[in-house]
């Protein structure tokens, strides 16, 4: 099995920056491309971006947010700049094996006050 565990989430005002982390566990080398949706209350869930193992990015909005992630440490990061009141939900980390099977994270929330 695969197992996501997120960490670097909370309270930002906004203008302000977080860095999310995800660290993968378990069958590792099966996995392919990693990166993070979000939801928020009462809206789809929404790519934010993602990631291969050979440094491929995909951004749902390039600028503002930048995807990173270390093979070695089986971790990958998402830093968040500037960020908007609208950028408020939960954040999910994600990775696909490659096989074309999907694992999610529990979620980190993420809350940018006005």
């Known amino acids: 099995q695969v197992q996501l565990v997120e960490s670097g989430g909370g309270l930002v005002q906004a203008g302000g920056s977080l860095r999310l982390s995800c660290a993968a566990s378990?069958?590792?080398?099966?996995?392919?491309?990693m990166g993070w949706y979000r939801q928020a209350p009462g809206k789809q869930r929404e790519l934010v971006a993602d990631?291969?193992?050979?440094?491929t990015t995909n951004y749902a909005e390039k600028g503002r947010f930048t995807i990173s992630r270390d093979n070695a440490k089986n971790t990958v990061y998402l830093q968040m700049n500037s960020l908007k009141p609208e950028d408020t939900a939960v954040y999910y980390c994600?990775?696909?094996?490659?096989?074309?099977?999907?694992?999610w994270g529990q979620g980190t929330q993420v809350t940018v006050s006005s």
């Open positions: 994600h990775t696909r094996s490659v096989s074309g099977l999907y694992f």
């Open positions: 378990g069958s590792i080398f099966m996995l392919t491309v």
């Open positions: 990631i291969t193992r050979l440094g």
